[in-house]
Each structure stands twice: as C-alpha cells, then as structure tokens.
C-alpha cells in the first residue's frame, strides 16, 4: 500500500513540476533557471535537517564523508547536481517542452555509458545495451513529428544536462552503495552540497 502511494505521488509530483518549470521560465520568461532549481534543493536541505531534530533521523557520521573526504567525495555530487539542474531548467527558454521530454528518452544510455566508464556497477550485456538504445531512438522517431522549436544551444544545454545527471547519479550510487546510507541519510548528507 505505502509503495503504492509513493508510486502515485512521484507519478503526479514529477510532472506537475516540469509542467511548472516551464510555465515559470518559458510563459513567465523568468530567465534565473538556478533560482527556480535551487527552491526545490533548499526544500531538500530543510526537510532532511527537520527529520533529524525531530528525531526521524539519525545523522550519519563517516570518516569518508567528513573533512577533506566531504570535498572529494561529496562536493563532486553537488556540482553535478547543481549543473544538471542548471541545464535542465535553462533549456525551457531554448526548446519545446514535448522535444525536451523525447531528449530525455536518451538518459538510460546515457548512464549506462557513464556507469561502464567509471566502473560502477557491473557492466550491462548487449542485449540490455541494445534494448536501451532501441528504446531510445523509437521514442524519438515517434516524437519527431512535434518539434515546433529547435535550437542548438538548447539540445547542447539538454544533452550537458543529461550528462551531468547521469554523472551524479553515478556518483551517488558509488557513495550510497559504498558507504551503505539509506535514501534520507543520502538527502542529509547529499542535499547541502
């Protein structure tokens, strides 16, 4: 039942926030894309450290996480966060939502290589590699018939932002994985940087 209702939230919540990062940037021509990502981020900050005065969680302690571990390790999460946020709301003032969206169908391959290139995780077999990219490129045939706006610099910000998101979801993985942190002590530990 509570994986359930955690399926339907994120179902109607993910949505709901990319239909309102491009009405505030794209309608509004709101034109400080960090600004409107680091609303949700500073929500993140705030929650984590709530659940833990509130005694919800436990904060975590690590050498790994700690002192000049926190700048190797952490950091790099953080600015591949903040640069994926960046990118990925900017791209509103340069392209269509709908193409967006169809871009978006390439971030699966997009971490598989990144993962294969940093050595996290096994490595896919080629039939899942292959079901990836098919998956993909059919998304995208079937979405070329609604690009209403093209540019460049918004499929270089798109596909920096897809880069960078499958950077952090790497490194995150190696840190949660590597560390044994559950999904809240991440947030703590994760959303400040």
């Known amino acids: 039942m509570y994986l359930g209702l955690t ?19 794209g309608e509004f021509k709101f034109p400080y894309p960090i ?3 680091n609303l949700g981020v500073t929500m993140s900050v705030v929650l984590s450290r709530a659940a833990a005065a509130l005694g919800y969680l436990n904060p975590p302690r690590n050498a790994s996480i700690e002192g ?6 952490v950091m790099p999460v953080g600015l591949a966060h903040a640069t994926t946020l960046l990118m990925g709301n900017w791209v509103y003032l340069y392209l269509d ?6 871009l978006k169908a390439f971030s699966p391959v997009m971490l598989l290589f990144c993962q294969s290139l940093m050595g996290i995780g ?12 098919t998956i993909s490129v059919g998304t995208c045939v079937t979405c070329t018939g609604g690009i209403e706006r093209w540019s ?4 270089a910000l798109m596909m920096g932002s897809m880069i960078f998101e499958s950077v ?3 490194l995150t993985q190696f840190l949660l994985h590597d560390l044994n942190f559950n999904v809240l002590e991440g947030l703590y530990i994760l959303s400040p940087a």
């Open 122 to 133: 096994k490595p896919a077999s080629r039939v899942v590699t292959l079901s990836l990219f």
């Open 152 to 155: 460049y610099i918004g499929v």
């Open 168 to 170: 952090r979801l790497a």
């Open 68 to 73: 000049q571990n926190y700048l190797r390790r």
């Open 35 to 37: 600004l409107v990502s």
């Open 97 to 102: 939502m709908g193409f967006i969206q169809m």
């Open 7 to 25: 399926g339907l939230a994120f179902m109607v919540i993910g949505p709901s926030l990319i239909v309102l990062n491009k009405e505030i940037m």
